[in-house]
């Protein structure tokens, strides 16, 4: 079979591989209790670092990257699933301590998997992938604390990437106002597209600010983190709602307790990793009930399990529009 394999040793490197099932089970993956023959993975911000090796997301010596997948059950030794069954999965470290989705099989725990839905097909729950299932929990978050479509303005920071094209348009679906912020003038037609009623410049967000802004925002997306966080924190409205999901530009938060105290501003820590299973498929169901192929198609490119490794260079300098959903058999 074919799998991108990360190895640590003699020096960091990721390449496409050939290997035998006896190598995948004995070397890449020893662990788990079901097989999965993969349809097709993705390229997350997370597998970018791992591929490249630009943070040290692999905490194994060697392992396969991706750290979700699509596909259907080869083999089970789990109660929860039968051969035939069609499965997704989304986190729970693999691609990072446990070998992931960018092979043509893979071994996991079964209580890691959810079934795929039914309204969804393999190719749509991976354009989706743990990058728009992250921006639905945000959605979730922003709704379980009241945030309401009249209560004014959302702000989706990172608003081009995987994360934040599919925030765009869930919010805008919903009936939000979005305002996206992004450092790509080239990307405006595209986010007015997904729903963007507004597009804001990212460098408004990324410098230093005071610690008490102007009040805008009734609730906020980010995935970037850092300075660009901690300003939409500060110019947040009295009793809004900050959903927090990723750290583009850092993993600081070079804030004061300022907007909390004094506008009652909550921050939502948004982990799609670990979250229970209830929550997996609360938003899995959302998607199914709620998809317009249309927009998810049009932030969608497909490419085959060749092209992931030059896929994650290119999410990491920024070059990367919406989704990429790999084909592991092509």
């Known amino acids: 079979m074919k799998a991108l394999r990360i190895d640590k040793e003699p020096t960091y490197h990721c390449e496409l591989v050939d290997v035998t099932e006896a190598v995948f089970n004995d070397t890449l993956s020893p662990e788990g209790d079901v097989w999965v023959d993969v349809a097709y993975s993705s390229v997350n911000y997370k597998d970018g670092l791992a591929i490249t090796g630009k943070s040290p997301v692999v905490r194994k010596p060697t392992l396969v990257p991706g750290i979700d997948f699509v596909g259907r059950v080869r083999r089970s030794e789990n109660p929860l699933w039968q051969v035939g069954d069609e499965v997704i999965l989304n986190g729970w470290g693999v691609g990072e301590t446990h070998s992931g989705g960018l092979a043509q099989m893979a071994r996991v725990k079964g209580d890691w998997l959810i079934a795929k839905p039914a309204g969804l097909t393999a190719v749509q729950t991976m354009a989706i992938g743990t990058a728009g299932y992250t921006a639905m929990l945000c959605l979730m978050a922003l709704q379980n604390h009241g945030v ?28 939000y106002r979005v305002v996206a912020a992004t450092g790509k003038a080239n990307e405006h037609a595209y986010l007015t597209a997904l729903g963007a009623a507004e597009i804001m410049d990212r460098a408004l967000l990324s410098a230093p600010g005071k610690p008490l802004q102007k009040e805008r925002w009734a609730g ?76 998810l198609q049009s932030l969608t490119t497909v490419v085959p399990l060749s092209g992931a490794i030059e896929t994650a260079s290119q999410i990491l300098r920024g070059e990367v529009r919406g989704r990429v959903v790999v084909d592991v058999n092509a």
């Open 148 to 175: 309401k479509p009249g209560d004014g303005d959302i702000l989706v920071t990172g608003a081009s990437g995987g994360v934040g094209s599919v925030a765009v348009a869930l919010l805008s679906q919903a009936g």
């Open 220 to 295: 906020v997306v980010d995935a970037v983190g850092s300075h660009t966080l901690a300003n939409a924190c500060a110019s947040a409205r009295y009793g809004a709602t900050v959903a927090a999901c990723g750290l583009a530009q850092g993993m600081d938060f070079p804030a004061t307790v300022a907007p909390f105290i004094l506008r009652g501003i909550t921050l939502c820590g948004i982990d799609s990793v670990m979250a229970p299973k209830a929550v997996r498929e609360a938003a899995w169901a959302r998607f199914a009930d709620t998809l317009d192929a249309d927009w």
